[in-house]
Nanobody, 123 residues
Framework: QVQLVESGGGLVQAGGSLRLSCAVS????????MGWYRQAPGTQRELVAT???????NTADSVKGRFTISKDNAKNTVYLQMNSLKPEDTAVYYCNADLSRLWSGVPRSSTYWGQGTQVTVSS
């Protein structure tokens, strides 16, 4: 069973930093893309940043220059370093993984989500 375990959320003052981690486990054949999304109350879930297997990244304009996504392939873990946090960054942050598992020897891709971690930035 695939599991995405997130950690690192919390309460921080504006201008502060947090680092989120997401470890993936459970019969993984290949991780294709991992990323972070966030959802504030009353809003739709939105992309924050993604990182592909080759290392290419995609970052939302709203966090570009402040947030950095990275990964540790050996640990199947993706990180989100968040600097210069603003109150509008307050949201539940979700880890997302597009990965392949072997089914009768054939790789099949599926998308998985973590349980979410709360990030609250006070003004």
């Amino acid at each position: 069973q695939v599991q995405l375990v997130e950690s690192g959320g919390g309460l921080v003052q504006a201008g502060g930093s947090l680092r989120l981690s997401c470890a993936v486990s459970g019969g993984i054949f290949r991780i294709n893309v991992m990323g972070w999304y966030r959802q504030a109350p009353g809003t739709q879930r939105e992309l924050v940043a993604t990182i592909a297997s080759g290392g290419s990244t995609n970052t939302a304009d709203s966090v570009k220059g402040r947030f950095t996504i990275s990964k540790d392939n050996a640990k199947n873990t993706v990180y989100l370093q968040m600097n210069s946090l603003k109150p509008e960054d307050t949201a539940v942050y979700y880890c997302n993984a597009d990965l392949s598992r072997l089914w009768s020897g054939v790789p099949r891709s599926s998308t998985y989500w973590g349980q979410g971690t709360q990030v609250t930035v006070s003004s």
